[in-house]
């Protein structure tokens, strides 16, 4: 998935010439904290309310300071979610050879990772904690799907202030007792899991006394 799959083209793009309050008034409307800067279709930069916000509102946006945060249209999704996180900024003009192409905002990303990257399919999320020499992906797929139920998504990130990796996956079921079970038997550590009604309120306070019987 690249840049250019996410494209908005219908996001307003601010010109050297406008009016400082004209800006403001366009990002208050979109609920936007950055507008790209365009001159003739070619790329002058990007700007932030909290700028213009320190600028009289007569000003023109040619007088405003201006970060260079455009990326690639070959960008991955993951580098676009890595630069907009990075940069702390809403919305990513897409550049190529100097010219606007058009622009990826947080909505955009949001809404892939809901209905294409798996995150917005129904079913548990179940998050491990697991040492870097004992991730094997491959055996965490097998035990899934042994179980009956298939992985939708999964990501491997450090854990704060740990030697252990968190490892985040969503599977096509809310039914996990006996996959639960499974992981635990597997010497997996189980750090939290969601929207999983069987195990919840009674049943997880009963899940818990299980798997500390389980305990050797």
């Known amino acids: 998935m ?12 601010l010109a050297l010439t406008d009016k400082v309050a004209r800006a403001l008034n366009v990002m208050d409307e979109l609920k ?7 001159e003739e279709d070619v790329y002058k930069g990007t700007v932030s309310e909290g700028v213009l916000l320190e600028l009289d509102d007569s000003a023109i946006i040619a007088e ?4 260079q945060d455009a990326i690639s249209h070959d960008l991955h999704l993951y580098d676009v979610v890595a630069r907009m996180g990075w940069s702390d900024v809403d919305v990513l003009p897409v550049v190529h050879e ?19 990257a798996g995150w917005g399919v129904p079913g548990s999320t179940i ?19 042994a179980d009956g139920s298939q992985i939708t ?22 039914e996990i007792e006996s996959l639960m079970v499974t992981l635990r038997r597997h010497e ?8 999983a009604p069987e195990l919840e309120d009674e049943m997880r306070a009963r899940f818990d006394a299980f798997m500390r019987y389980l305990e050797p």
């Open 127 to 145: 998050v491990l904690e697991v040492l870097p020499k004992d991730l094997s992906p491959a055996e965490l797929f097998r035990i899934v799907e």
């Open 64 to 67: 405003a300071p201006m970060t």
């Open 188 to 195: 997996y550590q189980v750090q939290s899991f969601y929207n």
């Open 2 to 13: 690249r840049a250019q799959r996410m494209l908005s083209l219908d996001l307003p793009v």
């Open 32 to 38: 936007l904290m950055h507008l790209p800067v365009v």
């Open 98 to 116: 100097g010219l606007y192409r058009g622009a990826v905002n947080r909505s955009a990303v949001l809404q892939f990772l809901a209905k294409r």
């Open 153 to 174: 998504s999964f990501n491997v990130a450090p854990a704060e202030d740990s030697e252990f990796l968190e490892v985040t996956f969503k599977v096509s079921t809310e």
